[in-house]
Nanobody, 127 residues
Framework: QVQLVESGGGLVQAGASLRLSCAAS????????MGWFRQAPGKERESVAA????????YYADSVKGRFTISRDNAKNTIFLQMNSLKPEDTAVYYC????????????????????WGQGTQVTVSS
């Protein structure tokens, strides 16, 4: 089992920045690729960003490319999502998830296959 706890969400104005964190515990963190997902009210969950076990490969949704940065600290069992230039359409509950893989450079883009999920943190961007 891997337990994931997100933090860092909040209410901000458009153009502001937030940094989300996801702390993992349980099994060996470095065995997992990690991802951030979000779900807005009335919408399906979507992938936002992903990072490989090694941290050398990343994926970003087109909607956040150039504004969001995913990173990880394997020594601290934590991943981060730095969100800059936030827009009202970024409003959603943000979830982190863990994907077991033997591949060091694989950053999985889609939800199926992610084994563990956090409880989510709310991000609200006002216009």
């Amino acid at each position: 089992q891997v337990q994931l706890v997100e933090s860092g969400g909040g209410l901000v104005q458009a153009g502001a920045s937030l940094r989300l964190s996801c702390a993992a515990s349980g099994r060996t963190f470095s065995n997992y690729a990690m991802g951030w997902f979000r779900q807005a009210p009335g919408k399906e969950r979507e992938s936002v960003a992903a990072i490989s076990r090694s941290g050398t490969s990343t994926y970003y949704a087109d909607s956040v490319k150039g504004r969001f940065t995913i990173s990880r600290d394997n020594a601290k069992n934590t991943i981060f999502l730095q969100m800059n230039s936030l827009k009202p359409e970024d409003t959603a509950v943000y979830y982190c998830a863990a994907y077991y893989t033997p591949r060091y450079t694989y950053a999985p883009q889609t939800g199926p296959g992610y084994d563990y999920w956090g409880q989510g943190t709310q991000v609200t961007v006002s216009s």
